[in-house]
């Protein structure tokens, strides 16, 4: 059983830094890309930012210069440092991981973890 157990997140003032760990456990195949989403009441959920497993990122155009994705292969872990936060980053942040199961594309998240910016 494949488990995504997000840690971090929280309250921070506009211009502030918070940090998102994301471990994953339980499978027996490597995990391929990995990225992270969020998702603001009455929004649909949106891409911050991806990383294949060589290392390759992507982010979106509103978090480029402040958001880095970086991943630890050996640990299954992914994680997002977040710098200079603005109120309108305020969502709940999940963490997704693809892995090929049996030649099967299948997608993994966890449970979210809120990420409040006041101004």
């Known amino acids: 059983q494949v488990q995504v157990v997000e840690s971090g997140g929280g309250l921070v003032q506009s211009g502030g830094s918070l940090g998102l760990s994301c471990a994953v456990s339980?499978?027996?195949?490597?995990?391929?890309?990995m990225g992270w989403y969020r998702q603001a009441p009455g929004k649909q959920r949106e891409l911050v930012a991806s990383i294949t497993r060589g290392g390759d990122t992507n982010y979106a155009d509103s978090v480029k210069g402040r958001f880095t994705i970086s991943r630890d292969n050996a640990k299954n872990t992914l994680y997002l440092q977040m710098n200079s936060l603005k109120p309108e980053d305020t969502a709940a942040y999940y963490c997704k991981a693809h892995i090929i199961v049996l030649l099967e594309p299948r997608d993994y998240w966890g449970q979210g973890s809120q990420v409040t910016v006041s101004s």
């Open positions: 339980g499978s027996i195949f490597p995990i391929n890309d």
